[in-house]
Structure formats: C-alpha cells, structure tokens
C-alpha cells in the first residue's frame, strides 16, 4: 500500500502508496485518524501531502507513516469514496465583496482615495501579474485543500502579522496589501496604524482652514501641511488626514494594518482576497470605504528593531531550502544531485510577470530532467521550487496551485518566505541548501 514516504521542506510529509486506487483510502484514513499536530491534508494522484504544525510532528510522523496499514474497503460499503482528484468546492458568491459609501451598519472609518500613480487600474479576478493593486489579505483559509482551493493569504506573512502587532491586533486580522504602487487612505476617526514590508516614503497630510480677504470679502481656502510616517512602527492619525504611501524604493508588498482591523465580509473563514481563484473580497478601489472589525486596542507595540526580510539592492539575495523530495527527476547514477547542483551553480534573475502565484526564475544553464516519463500531479506547499520542462525554476507563493505535474527540487524555509515574496523583476536570486533542522548549510556536490 504504502510505497514511499518522503519529507517536503521543514514541516510536511509526502506519502505515496503503490497504486493510484489506493490514494484515497490513504486521504481518508488521515482524515479519520490524524498524526499529532497535524494540520491539513492535501491529496495528489498517487501521493498525499500532511502539513504540521512543527517540525517534531511531522518527524514523529515520519516513523508511524512507514508502517502505516490501510484497511481495504468492504464491498457494497454505502460509503462513497473521496474524489480521485481534488476539486475547487463549488460556493456562491455574491458580485461584491467590499461595500461602498454609504455604509448602513457600521461607521465608515478609511476612504480609499487614491491607487498607483494616477489611479491605475487594479487587478482583475485571475491576474497574476505584479501590477500596481491594493487587495484585502489576512493569514489565508485553511482546510481546503482536498477541494482543490488554497490557502491564499498575505504573500509577505511575516510583514503582516508585523503590522497587526504592531496596532494590537491579532495576527488574523485583515490588513490592506499594496503591491508596487502608490496609494492614499483617508482616516474618518481617531486611529492607530502601521505599515511594514516595503522600504518606501510615506506621510500624513492634514488639510486646515485658511481664511483669505479679496476685495474686502472673507474667502475660505484649505492649505495643506505633511508630516513623516514612521515604518514599522504604530503612529496616530487623527479625523480628516490621510496616509499616502510613496513609490516603493525596496521590496514590492506592503502592509497597512489599522487597530481593529478591516472590517470585510470572510469568505470560508478568511477575509483574503484569492485573484487565482475568485474567492474574497474584490480588489480596493478607490472610493471604497471601510468599518473596523473589532475595536481598536490600546494597547499597541513598539518600534520593530528587526524588520522583516528584504531584497539586497546590489547583490543577489541567498535563499535557503531543504532539498527534496523529487531529486531523482534531476539525478543520474553518477551524479544524483545533479539537479541540485545545477541550482545552486548559477545566479538566477527573477522575470515579470511574478506575482502572488509565484515567483519565475531564469538561468543561463537550465535544470535538466532525466527521467523522462511525466510526473503524476503532486501536491504543493509554499516555498516548493518547481523545474518546467524547459528547466526554469518557480518559487510557490500565496496562490500556487493546489497540484503540479513538475517536479519539487527543494522547498525554501520558512524563514526566508518573506524574503522571496518581496524580490521584484530583475533580481539575481542565488539558492543554497541546508538542513531543515539546523539551517546550516549543506553540500550537494
């Protein structure tokens, strides 16, 4: 029944079983009596990937998975079997997710009032491209990968759960994703905020009152005056002012996160917008206005000494990963970490149109595949690097596909995700092998 069981990076299984029929009793029987600490399973063709919540799970389930036993069905069982391949759960959505002025039920507390910089167009449903946009993000929805739907997200999680902790909130509250461009926020009351990732310029305006005398009659004119915005720190702006964030000089995805957090309709548990699937909250656009989800807190954080992760301007960023688990597809007798080496032998430059799918890498010297038969789909996580059949890599992010043909070279760690979300077009990209216990480096040739 079983034929192999492999690790995926840092915290997840891959379990193949001998044939194909067998996948989904070995999908149900996971279901049925869960690995400790496990957190979701995703099935393939022939294989089924279990994520954990720690490492320690999934090398305790390591040992349990090889000696694992799957009763056969009794025949004329009335139970039906799971689908043989995943499928997107059929729900019905309604046409808008993000209610405009007025708002009847609750106080409208941020006007969207500018996007890009001339209010460029946002993204539609599917694009993946990494044009200029403003989308509702949260950690993602969990739990669906067996229909083929998945978890979305924030791309740079680390920078929003920075931002939430930094006003307060918890870390699932939603926060505003600003992609590459431009964009303005005007505040309707009192309030805490903060913006991460990115490295831009950002600050506050406030229009005043200005009262001019022309031809002996009293005109009432505005002015206005800015102030500076810290980064990655909480600061206060008050009713009427707006947050204007700059043009990005650093990285691609930033965060405003507000105290008590963006109130939208969620949408199988989560608030974040998926373009790829068509699921959340549409794309802000300017106009839109908002309510808070909870109330705000007072009690915030401070200043981050530590941001979070991004690109180096000049030289080629380093991404760690955990080799595995189809290196045989890139291997030969003699050398059967070919792959690998070919990987980490050149610098690699990222290419448009990356976006929240994942990012596209290409090389001089691509990445050759030696076993020629196709791969039966597989399932992903975040951080898997796939090779194509041309030998360019691609780096899964927040909307990678449930399932792939291509083969898994390695999986970057969980550390340096944050890194790889924020690498723009035209970034030199180097990989660089290590233990997924330690993180210390490894060689593969």
């Known amino acids: 029944m079983i034929h192999s069981v492999r ?50 799970d999934a090398q305790a389930a ?38 405009c002025a007025p708002l009847e039920e609750r106080e409208a507390v941020l006007e969207v009032l500018r996007i890009g910089a001339e209010d460029a167009a946002v993204p539609e449903a599917g694009d993946r491209g990494p044009s200029a946009g403003v989308l509702i993000q949260d950690i993602g929805r969990y739990g669906f990968g067996d229909r083929g739907l998945g978890r979305s997200g924030s791309v740079d999680l680390a920078a929003a759960r920075q931002a939430n902790r930094l006003v307060g909130n918890d870390d699932s509250a939603a926060v505003f994703e ?6 303005s926020l005007r505040i309707c009351q009192t309030s805490i905020l903060a913006v991460t990732g990115a490295e831009l310029s950002m600050e506050v305006i406030t229009e005043e009152p200005v009262q001019n005398f022309r031809g002996g009659q009293e005109a009432a ?41 963006v109130d939208v309709p969620l949408q199988l548990g989560s608030a974040s917008t998926d373009t790829a699937a068509g699921i959340g909250p549409e794309p802000v656009q300017v106009g839109h206005r ?23 301007l000049e030289d080629a960023t380093m991404l ?15 050398a059967a970490s070919a792959g690998l080496s070919r990987l980490e032998s050149q610098p690699w430059e990222t290419v ?31 951080g898997a690097i796939t090779v194509s059949s041309s030998g360019q890599p691609t780096v899964a992010l927040a909307e990678h596909p449930v399932t792939s043909a291509d083969p ?14 924020q690498l723009p077009a035209g970034a030199q990209v180097r990989f660089q092998a290590v233990d997924p216990e330690s993180l210390g480096a490894v060689r593969t040739r």
Request: glycine share 10%; aromatic share 6%; proline share 11%.
């Open 7 to 56: 690790e995926m990076g840092q915290r997840a299984l891959v379990i193949e079983v001998t044939a194909e029929k067998d996948r989904p009793r070995l999908s149900e029987h996971l279901q049925e009596h869960p690995f400790p600490g496990q957190v979701e399973v995703i099935p393939g063709v022939r294989t089924v990937l279990v994520d954990f919540r720690r490492r320690r």
């Open 62 to 99: 390591l040992k349990l998975a090889r000696r694992l036993k799957l009763r056969r069905r009794r025949a004329g069982s009335g139970d039906s079997p799971p689908p043989e391949h995943p499928v997107r759960p059929e729900v019905n959505l309604p046409e808008s997710y993000v209610e």
């Open 178 to 183: 600003v992609c590459a461009g431009e964009f």
């Open 221 to 261: 004119t505005t002015a206005s005056r800015s102030r500076p915005a810290p980064v990655r720190a909480p600061f206060w702006v008050f009713p009427g002012e707006t947050l204007h964030l700059g043009m990005v000089h650093r990285g691609v995805y930033s965060y405003v996160g507000i105290s008590g957090g």
């Open 290 to 312: 908002f309510g808070l989800s909870g109330a705000a807190s007072r009690f915030v954080g401070i200043a981050s000494v530590a941001p979070t992760p991004l690109p180096e």
């Open 320 to 334: 760690r990963y955990v080799p595995g688990p189809r290196t045989e597809y890139f291997g030969t007798r003699r």
């Open 352 to 382: 448009a149109p990356s976006g929240r799918a994942g990012l596209l890498l290409d090389g001089d010297d691509p990445i050759q595949r030696t076993i020629a038969e196709p791969m039966p789909e597989e399932p992903l996580l975040r």
């Open 408 to 421: 898994v070279l390695g999986v970057v760690v969980r550390e340096d995700l944050a890194l790889a979300a």
